[in-house]
């Protein structure tokens, strides 16, 4: 038997070396066959065979009588393009360095993050470009891409001071953000809910989002509020939308806090109106009904201005000790809290590992004390004082999940952090985003068809942020793929106990090299670093 497979090798070389004028004796790297291929555009699935050279797709059909160094029966398996998640914390530094090799994304089937959403974008220590050139050489598990950081920036030239920027610190601001762009920057990322972005008006933003249009960038928004003023927020992406003539993307969009439960059909029909009126509105979202954040997220923003010292130093006064946390108290009954102290998990807690997976309601207990509101607010005043603290917050309903994930707009991205077994507690997200729309959402609750659902997670995002050659099967772009089984895919990770993968996954494919084989995951730098290119294409708008 192996005889005979190894004379067929040998002739078919032969008519390969003849026709390729002796460039090479076997003319594919590798062939995956048999299996059902969905290529990414919502058309439903074909049974066919993918050709593989280097690290590029170069043919898609019948390929059962050619020749290649490695064939693979992907009989009964689906075959999609490497899933792409536009909001990825390739954040903090030291994180990302540890993580490189992105173990816990290349497990969803993820081949290409984008990091640096929120605002966070790349540490300033470096440069963009430096920052960049650092991580290729560190190697990386799959393809990154960043965004610039509006958080970051602000924070560079202005610190944590709450106050508009003057004229000269404004235009620092807009050649930090255009040179981000000139050196591979896929857009700009506000927090307008975080330190120091929550200090930036509208005409901030504005300003900078007209130098990442005009190179071809996107705009990725936290916005304002999530909660019972998230109306206003969205009012005010639009019009960032309208005035920069930036395609917007109201990222791991949620309404969230008891009062908005139930509230997504309001948000979704601002979108579409939007989108009706010619503004390139976007939305993403993460399949889950908590969300994970800082603990400070319950304090007031102003209470924070200027940094930790300066927040100390308001509670040793009575008066604004009083109203800070009068506020904590209206966030926990209206916003993020979901009214219930157990709504509030604790994650990472460094001054107090133990805690970590506890709720603000069982430390209260642990300290003897009733809880009550009000002791919740004193604590979680005690947490930040601390050193504060990373929390997940049970705070939608799930059928306001389910509508935003149906909606035409919307996209997968998992919000989540780079995650290694035994590192904190993080958000299941970071685990199993992807495999629990897949498995949850399509299989179980049939909200999707699977070729919707992989869309959204693939040529969906490589459209909108303008990722080339990725996020579809096709002839000529590069061999991102991931074969799973539709029957069984499903994610494991729950709040409970995060750090599990998912199942389903057999493998994946970074570039043309296998990362994950037969279920292995294969510890490879097969990633490269992505830096957009500036469309020739790109109408310069005025800037004035
Ligand atoms: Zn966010």
Excluded at 53 to 60: E, R, S, T, W
Excluded at 309 to 319: D, G, H, Q, T, V
Excluded at 397 to 418: C, F, N, W, Y
Excluded at 469 to 474: D, Y
Aim: aromatic content about 6%; proline content about 5%; glycine content about 10%.
């Amino acid at each position: 038997m192996k005889l005979k497979i190894n004379l067929k090798k040998i002739s078919l070389g032969f008519i390969t070396l003849l026709l390729v004028n002796c460039q090479n004796s076997i003319p594919f790297d590798l062939i995956i066959k048999n299996g059902l291929v969905y290529d990414g555009t919502q058309n439903p699935p074909q049974r066919q065979d993918i050709a593989i050279k280097a690290d590029k797709i170069v043919g898609l059909g019948n390929f059962s009588e050619a020749d290649a160094l490695q064939i693979l029966d992907a009989a009964g398996a689906a075959v999609a393009p490497g899933f792409i998640d536009t909001h990825t914390h390739l954040d903090p530094l030291d994180n990302l360095l540890a993580l490189s090799n992105s173990e816990s994304q290349l497990r969803q089937g993820v081949t290409t993050s984008i990091g640096g959403p929120d605002g966070r974008g790349v540490p300033l220590q470096y440069g963009f470009a430096a920052f960049l050139d650092t991580l290729s050489q560190v190697g990386v598990g799959i393809n990154m891409g960043f965004m610039a950081g509006h958080n970051k920036i602000r924070k560079k030239i202005m610190q944590l001071e709450n106050r508009a920027p003057t004229k000269k610190e404004l235009d620092r601001m807009i050649a930090m953000a255009d040179q981000a762009m000139d050196e591979g920057a896929f857009g700009l990322s506000t927090g307008l809910k975080y330190l120091p972005g929550n200090f930036a008006k509208i005409d901030e933003v504005i300003a900078l989002s007209r130098v990442v249009a005009n190179k071809g960038g996107v705009y990725s928004t936290h916005l304002r509020d999530e909660g019972i003023a998230i109306m206003p927020a969205i009012e005010e992406t639009i019009e960032i939308g309208k005035k920069a003539n930036i395609p917007i993307i109201l990222t791991h969009h949620k309404v969230i806090g008891k009062p908005m439960w139930g509230k997504s059909y309001v948000t979704l029909a601002r979108v579409d109106k939007a989108r009706n009126d010619g503004v390139n509105i976007l939305l993403d979202q993460y399949p889950y009904a908590a969300s994970h954040t800082g603990l400070s997220v319950l304090i007031p923003a102003w209470a924070r201005a200027g940094g930790q010292e300066k927040f100390i130093e308001r509670l040793s006064n009575p008066e604004s000790y009083a109203k800070i946390k009068a506020e904590i108290i209206f966030n926990i009954l209206n916003d993020r809290g979901g009214e219930d102290l157990n709504r509030i998990q604790f994650a990472r807690v460094k001054w107090q590992p133990d805690l970590e997976g506890k709720t603000l309601k069982e430390w209260i207990v642990m300290e003897g004390k009733k809880p009550t509101i009000e002791n919740g607010a004193e604590y979680v005043i005690k947490g930040q004082r601390n050193g504060g603290a990373s929390c997940i917050y049970h705070a939608m309903e799930e059928k306001d999940v389910e509508k935003i994930m149906q909606h035409p707009l919307t996209m997968i991205a998992s919000d989540g952090r780079l995650s290694s077994p035994g590192i904190g507690h993080p958000h299941p997200r970071a685990y199993g985003t992807f495999p629990r729309v897949l498995g949850k959402y399509v299989r179980e609750k049939k909200l999707l068809s699977l070729q919707e659902a992989i869309y959204k997670m693939t040529l969906f995002p490589a459209k909108t942020y303008g990722i080339e050659n990725r996020g579809q099967l096709k002839k000529g772009l590069k061999a991102d793929l991931v074969i799973f089984d539709p029957n069984t895919i499903i994610d494991k990770a729950t709040f409970i106990q995060p750090h599990q993968y998912p199942v389903g996954i057999s493998h994946v494919l970074v570039n043309g090299k296998w990362s994950i084989k037969n279920g292995e995951f294969l510890n490879k730098m097969n990633g490269v670093v992505l830096r957009k290119t500036i469309p020739s294409t790109t109408t310069i708008v005025d800037v004035n």
